[in-house]
């Protein structure tokens, strides 16, 4: 797949990651974005909230026209007003999360469902009293960061830098510092619940069109929400009480997880191996088609592929047997390096992988309880 770029505006421009600074210290003019990373996001993202989605490789690229800008096709996906909207919603939720994943390196994304949500039993998130915004999407981590994330898309006409701040942007930091990031205290005769503070991301794309033309643009914006700043022992435990939540909410989307009277169980599942991974990792998944998640084995999904005019769209998604072993046992979960397997094959530092289907096999060739 392509890499494209779009123009890049960031507020302060202090909170530019240093790669895409100019010499004299100024953010760069442009951002790229490597599609396949963006639908590699799509896919966690559809996994953590809507699993029944169907595939998005080959659709993003099939919907962008040719080049190396960030532009759809003719005037955009999707016909009508809402329809557009919705594109734009969704999509600039795609590439939101890309954006943060590549250019500023979180490795997990907990999608908040709901206010007063909670990330464990000690940390949880909670709309402001009073607050009217809705809850923003992510709490974002990576080793030694934390952020709240809110991703906004738009397919409407302006310029960016016209005005002020883009009014998406507005709603989206006001999201953000809508609510708060709190840790339970000590136990005693009453719970109470004290704030953290934690910087914010608000993202939005706007699209780029062949027809009529109109440039793309990305701008990003770092409010905070209130409270105190966390020690570096609680940092460190609302990292992995994101990431414990990511593993969660993409293991419950690939069936790996299931809910029952005692909470999330393990389910069987069988071991994969990607044939040119010089590592021998194994990995847990699914198949991922134009029909979205299969439960079916390797060989009635390579009859699928074969059958479609474009194979390639039927694929394995899974996660590392590493990064569940150790959600499973309670350990520290550790970010993987980005790679690619052999040609096709891209291992996210998240550990989920997505895999052509005819460069996996089987290692048990039957399910395993864990």
């Known amino acids: 797949m392509s890499t494209r770029s779009q123009r890049y505006i960031i507020e302060p421009k202090s909170a530019c990651p240093v790669h895409l600074r100019r010499s004299s210290g100024g953010p760069l003019g442009r951002v790229t974005l490597d599609i396949e990373e963006v639908a590699r996001c799509a896919w966690n993202e559809i996994l953590q909230t809507a699993p029944s989605g ?6 993003l690229e099939d919907l962008l026209e040719p080049g190396t800008d960030l532009v759809w096709r003719e005037n955009g996906p999707g016909r009508g007003t809402e329809m557009r909207r919705s594109f734009s ?27 007063n949500f909670h990330l464990s039993r000690n940390w949880r998130v909670s709309r402001k009293p009073r607050s009217k915004t809705e809850m923003p999407d992510w709490v974002c981590a990576r080793p030694g960061e934390l952020a709240i994330g809110e991703a906004k898309g738009s397919h409407q006409k302006g310029n960016a830098t016209r005005g002020g701040v883009p009014g998406p942007i507005k709603t989206a930091s006001g999201q953000i510092t809508g609510i708060r990031v709190q840790k339970r205290q000590p136990p005693g005769s009453r719970v109470q619940w004290r ?18 033309p109109r440039d793309p643009f990305l701008y990003a914006l770092d409010p905070e929400t209130e409270g105190d700043k966390p020690t570096p022992e ?5 990292v992995q009480a994101v990431a414990r939540v990511h593993v969660a909410q993409t293991a419950q989307g690939l069936g790996l997880l299931k809910m029952s009277d005692d909470g999330l169980i393990p389910v069987a599942r069988s071991r994969m191996r990607i044939v040119t991974d010089e590592e021998k990792r194994s990995f847990s998944g699914s198949v991922i088609s134009p029909f979205g998640l299969l439960d079916v084995d390797l060989d009635t999904a390579r009859t699928l592929a074969a059958s479609l005019p474009q194979p ?10 590493g990064v569940f072993q150790s959600y499973l046992e309670g350990s520290p979960i550790k970010p993987r390096e980005r790679e690619r397997i052999g040609d096709l094959s891209v291992l996210g530092r998240d550990g989920l992988i997505v895999a052509p289907i005819e460069q996996v096999i089987n290692l048990n060739g039957q399910a395993e309880q864990s």
Do not use: C
């Open 312 to 321: 390639g769209l039927v694929r394995f998604v899974g996660l590392d047997e």
């Open 234 to 238: 609680e940092h460190d435990d609302l």
């Open 54 to 59: 169907s595939t998005l490789f080959g659709l």
């Open 195 to 212: 704030s953290k503070r934690v910087k914010g991301w608000a993202v939005m794309s706007r699209w780029g069109l062949a027809d009529p």
């Open 89 to 115: 919603g969704l999509f600039g939720r795609f590439f939101a999360r890309a954006y943060l994943a590549q250019h500023h390196d979180f490795v997990w994304f907990a999608s908040i469902d709901g206010d």
